[in-house]
């Protein structure tokens, strides 16, 4: 590897041939948090390479161009950086303002009937004696199990945040560890950002994440709860670990809005890694409609995951029978659209992750619901970020009406005392989050030039 020589040279090369390789963890692009992540983090590369090309590992490249029109799909078969030049310029661009819009709009139109087809497939599958998966219950989910060929001509490989580092993931743990590895014995700088680790138990897991996370040049967290003592059991140096708080969260605290809102904002999300019987679903939709009477306030359903509608099968069937039901976004509403809606909420009840992010970000106080390890995790570390406004109340409570009635009541009435102080803890954990990634810029900026790199492209 060759060094780079005059500050002229180093400034070519970060503005024409900087490649950014991203692992964003989740390659269907439906769950709004993770892509509300991406966006925050595409927008900072940009900022600081403007002429690099970011490439995003997806199996929705028309969906992410319309999200994320800056960003380069990297999808199947080949897995690999489209043409240079300007023929490769236009093509993207074109591609851009003519298969992003066209691709968004047929997914909201489609993705309905396909969810309840695939979900008739499932309980056909169930009566017949059969289990079905996750993964068997799209037809096409077919995951690469090879490293992709773009990794090649990476200068970084940055794997985004999420909840993936975690029994309840193997699978796409195993493919960011695999990356990662794979690219760092081959001289490329690599990061992690805005990672939540755990639960791990999994004894081939660990014995991965023990041998690839020591290499990583660097990792940002976003909880300091459980993350760095899982990293220094697994061998990664303190001074490559940096708590920072999620990437989500400066996406959240931008769509704060000056007057203190008016509804309950409700997500209950039903999955294989969060089973909640029907007893607690019937408890939480009665207790929120009800605080919504005592208040006078409206119930605005909050939909983050459209992954098999899992969001919209849980949350919309608890607002029958509600005086003041709000709409939910569409089937292509943006992240930005549900955090809109969030912004108008006084106070959240939620079991998805990321709509906590966006209520605490903007300084609104919410109520944390889980049923298992890994919601317990990931609510009492994001109760940690903030120090306040977040209550944790676990639906297997055999208290459940009472606890979750005054959880609500107490989240209302503070709302406008805890404000200034959730606002305030969004901006250190922005600050900590964009400090992090000015080290993931030194790896690239102080590194050598990747083999391969051809000026003048």
Known sequence: MGTIGSEAERADVAEGEIRVLVENGEYWLRNRGDIAMMTTTVERLRARWPRARIGVLTHQPGILRALLPEVEPLCGPEWNWGPDGWHGRVTRAAATVLVGPAALHWRAVTDGPKDRLRALRAAAKRRSGGDVSAEQLAADDEFPVEIPAAVEQASLVLALGGGYLTDVDRYQAHRTLNLLEYAGAQGIPTALVGQGLGPLHDPELWRRATEVLPGVDFVALREGRRGPELLSRMGVAPERVLVTGDDAVEFGYRHRQPRIGEDIGLCLRVADYSRVSVAAQQTL????RSSAVRFGAGVQPLIISEYASEDRLSTLPLLAGAVDARPAVGRGGTPGDVARQ?????V??????????FALSQGIPAVG???SEYYDDK?????QMFGTGLRIVHLNDPELDTALTEAVQQSWDEAAAVRDALQHKAVEQIDASRAGLERVFRLVDSGPVRPGHTRGK
């Open 285 to 288: 939709g009665r207790v929120v």
């Open 342 to 346: 969030v912004a108008r909420c006084r």
């Open 348 to 357: 959240l009840v939620t079991s998805a992750y990321h709509l906590a992010v």
């Open 369 to 371: 619901i889980t049923a």
């Open 379 to 383: 609510f009492h570390g994001l109760a």
